[in-house]
């Protein structure tokens, strides 16, 4: 576990002080990442940079992994736009997946200059990128779910219309059958199993827990967990459920407010935060309720409504 650690903190250090330093030669310079074309250094995308914006956000505390936490993650968040943005369509940003997959610039509508590599002989012209017009589901849906975690912890009410436009927009990739396309219905039945089945599930389910609000309503879902869930049951007004790890917190949408709280067996109280042991609730319009738990002594889990 040590050597995880270090390699993880050296790792970290090396982004801090390359990539998200503004007086570094390295400033916002981030590597390609797919394997599917030949290497261009020149040839952006935003994954890895907006990977880091998700590790900054996923902790409780950005600012301990970030002390500029705050203009870092909307940076990235405003270069994944500027760069591969499509649209805006009613509103709504579809992000496309990078600028030339085939040497050349080849498809949509136009590239902020400010973003390109320093030094880019890249020009700002029209019809450039991968792989469609639309945008692509699989970054569309992560720069969105971005944009929500973002807004959880800052309130930026631009964040959170971002979110629930491109979501949205994300959905009309998918058709009544459950098949998901890469780039959107009716662009030649391309369905991609990563970028649809991997990439743009992961991506909601990092936007329903950190905006409960979006989730169904009037339904119960479990939809964000610290640990590993290895089991949930739903019943009539009731959530039964196991994770790996005895201590750890959890985020639910339900139709009911919780009477009862079990962890273990033993009851947890209701708090106005979760600094200790507990758990709070959060009255949302229609009805619905915003539960989180936090529990330290067991890993087996129970909540009911009166």
């Known amino acids: 576990m040590d050597g995880f650690r270090k390699a993880r903190d050296l790792a970290w250090s090396w982004i801090l002080n390359n990539p998200l330093n503004t007086s570094s030669p390295a ?23 907006m990977m880091t914006a998700y590790y900054i956000l996923s902790h409780e505390d950005p600012s301990a992994v970030d002390p500029h936490w705050r203009l870092h993650a909307g940076h990235l968040i405003d270069r994944s736009r500027a760069l591969l943005g499509r649209g805006p369509f009613f509103g709504a940003w579809a992000i ?24 880019s002989a890249l020009l700002a012209v029209d019809n450039r990128g991968c792989c469609s017009r639309a945008g692509l589901v699989c ?3 992560q ?15 631009a964040a959170r219309e971002n979110a629930f436009r491109s979501l949205n927009y994300a959905t009309y990739s998918a058709g009544s059958d459950g098949k998901i396309a890469c780039c959107g219905q ?99 319009q229609g009805g619905d309720y915003v539960v989180r738990v936090h529990h330290t002594r067991s890993n087996e889990l129970t909540v009911r409504g009166g």
């Open 96 to 119: 496309d997946e990078q600028l030339r997959p085939d040497g050349g610039i080849t498809g949509a509508s136009s590239v902020d200059t400010e973003y390109l590599p320093h030094g």
């Open 27 to 49: 400033w916002d310079r981030w590597t390609g990442y797919y394997e599917d074309v030949p290497k261009d250094t020149e040839n952006v995308n935003d994954m890895t940079s």
């Open 186 to 284: 009716g662009t030649g039945g391309e369905y991609w199993f990563e970028d649809g089945y991997a990439d743009a599930g992961r991506s909601f389910m990092w936007a329903l827990g950190a905006m409960p609000e979006f989730a169904p309503i009037g339904q119960d879902h479990l939809l964000r967990s610290s640990s590993v869930v290895q089991k949930v049951q739903y019943g009539n007004r009731s959530v039964e459920y196991r994770t790996f790890a005895k201590s750890g917190t959890e985020v639910f949408r339900l139709s009911f407010k919780p009477v009862h709280v079990m962890a273990g067996g033993a009851a947890l109280t209701q708090r106005s935060d979760l600094k200790e042991e507990g758990y709070t609730v959060q009255p949302l």
């Open 139 to 141: 970054r569309t849906s």
């Open 143 to 157: 720069w969105g779910a971005i944009n929500a975690m973002f807004y959880e912890k800052t309130g930026d009410g």
